[in-house]
Every structure is written in structure tokens, then in C-alpha cells.
């Protein structure tokens, strides 16, 4: 099975292409400057279904990796002096950059080089303006319905909005309020249609951008779930329907969000432990079999799985006790003979167990590091 390696997207990379300082904003029946105050600069996606008292990392993304490349500047900005929503993001990125599974690389270097085509990647995107309404307002609805989970948090509530998620107070505000299909666009004002190109141009500056870096790095991306229709609006220009790295790990959450729950990685320690154990091999091959549609991550395949597993366990404890039975004879030896009989016991048991739980190796692994750190 082939190694995966992806980078993460560095929301808003390079200087060149960051979102405006200043974005317009309908209010009152005309455009007012809105101060855009992104402390989210930077800053790789989090896992965007699991809301706490801080951002968590997409565990199950980063299981499929045996490499995750990073930006230099984003890897600084989470480990020096990360802000407190990031600092369980910026802990993770640590531990794995010290354990050797984080590749640093310069995101702008590679971006300047290549000015030129996003430029032109730029003005093409935007000679149909209207073609990037509908994925721009299904990308407002992943943003708002994120905002929704943690507007119910009153802690740094303030803060946030105002800060890391203020894109909700920008585009999310001005766009569904304003926009709901193209006729509604065409009949906007000179002011407000500028606006919305200004919106644009950032959003898809992004995108190009990420497009370039994967092009040049030869690897696959994961980006925050807000973006995923606008590249998916782009994919269908040659052909395919979403990112491939992206319908991976698509597979892997629900695999551990609804087929088994118990099972998700929540900690580095538990992280860690599954991306040094040989079985995760295992793990990959099965959630590449659910994107190949071998098999359906749902409630019945936990079942079914459950069901197997017990009939191993059963398996086993009948072939110990005819292990334990033919050993027997080895305990009368003279002075070894219990020593002797318990290691054949126990080796022979371990191979026979070996070959019982071959096809369930990955459910052995997350089994074993779930009772590791209870």
C-alpha cells in the first residue's frame, strides 16, 4: 500500500493573497468599512466537528499520514506563541514534528516563484464571476453552522468573534443577507458587486494557492470544510468530483464517528502509539476499501465486526485449552518442566491468536491503545 503524504493548508498564505484588511460590508443601505482582525492567519484547518474549550486537531486525517508537510511560518506561529484556541493544535504539531513525522516548508518561497500562473489562474477564475456564488454560499453554511456550536460557549466569546472566527461577521453576514441565486447578483449595486469581488478574489486566491502548492510539492492537501465546494466546483474542470486525499479521510472520521465512536484518538499519546504500531497498515487498507466502496462505516459494520471479533475470542480460549492440554506432558520434566510447558503454552497460543485476528488486526490496535490509556 502506498505511503500517504499531504501538506496542511496555511489559512490565508502568502502576504500577497491574504484576506483584505479591510472587507465591505452592507449595513444600513450602504458599503461601511469592516476591520478585518484575523487571528486565524496562518493557521492549519482543525477539525471543525469536534468544538471544546479550544480547536482540536483532525486526529483522523492525521492517522492516514505517515508525513504531513507544514508551513515553517505556521509551525512557528503554533509552537512559540500559539493563541490559547490553538494550543492543543500547536501541541500536536510538536510532538509530531520531535517524533519525525512533520516535513517544515517555506509555502510563500514557493508561491513567489510561481506569481506569475496565480495570476493568471486569478483573472480566468474570475472572468465568470457567477459561477462561484453557489459554492461560496454552501461555504458560508459550513462556516455558520460551525460559528452556531461555538456561539453557545460564553467564555472569550467576545474574543473569538471578534478575532479567530470574525469571517462570520464578514462574508457570512454580507453574502446571506444579499445573495441567493444569480439574478439576485446581477441586481446588486455597482458598491455591493465590488464587494462580493473582493470577497472572491481572497477566496479563490486561496484556493489557487493550494492548488499550486500541491502541484509543486507532488503531494495531496487537507484544507478547513468551508473550502471544500469551491474545489470541488474546480475539480469538475478535469474530471473528478472532490480531492482524493480528501475522500480518505472523509472515510476515516466516519469510521470513527459512527462505526466506532469509542475507538477515536483523542490525545497525542494516543496518536502517536497508532502511527508507531505496525497494524496501522491495516487500518489504512480498510479505510481505503471504504472509499473504493468495499465496505460502508455505519452502525451495522460495527456490528458485524463486533460479532467477528467475539467469535475469535471464543476461538481462542477453545485452543488454549487444547494447547494447555497437549503441553501438559512438558511440566514433568525435572526442574523445567513448568517453566518449559507455560512458554510452549504461551507461544504456541500467540501464534495460533496471530492467525485468528489477521483480518482485525486494525480492531486489535485501536483496541489495545483505548485500554492504554483508560
Known sequence: M?????FLTSFGVPESIRIPPVIQRFQGGHVAAYPANLGSERMPPVNMRAVGNTFMPDYAALLLCDKVILDTTSFALLTENPHPWYATVGGTMKTLYDEGFIELVDFSRILTN?????????????????????PLLESVTIWNNFISQISGMTAQETEIHETLLHRAYSEAGFLSSYITNFTAYKELTQDLRGGITDIL???????NANI??????DVGFHDWADFAPFYQHKFLYVGRENLQEEQ???ASQALFEISFPEFAVQDNKSLLRVLQDKRIVDLRRLVQDSVDGKVMFDEQFARNILHEVLSIEKKSARYR??????????????????????????????????????NYRWFYMLSDVGEAYK
Do not use: C
Not at 2 to 6: D, F, H, P, V, W
Not at 330 to 353: C, H, N, R, S, Y
Open 2 to 6: 502506498e505511503t500517504l503524504k499531504l
Open 114 to 134: 510561481n506569481q506569475s500562473l496565480l495570476k493568471q489562474m486569478l483573472e480566468h477564475d474570475l472572468q465568470a464571476l457567477e459561477q462561484w456564488i453557489t
Open 201 to 207: 478574489k481572497s477566496y479563490m486566491s486561496y484556493v
Open 212 to 217: 499550486v502548492l500541491s502541484n509543486e510539492l
Open 248 to 250: 480518505t479521510i472523509s
Open 321 to 358: 485449552k487444547v494447547v494447555s492440554y497437549l503441553t501438559m506432558p512438558l511440566g514433568f520434566l525435572p526442574v523445567i518442566g513448568i517453566p518449559v510447558q507455560k512458554l510452549a503454552e504461551e507461544t504456541i497460543g500467540m501464534v495460533l491468536d496471530k492467525r485468528l485476528q489477521k
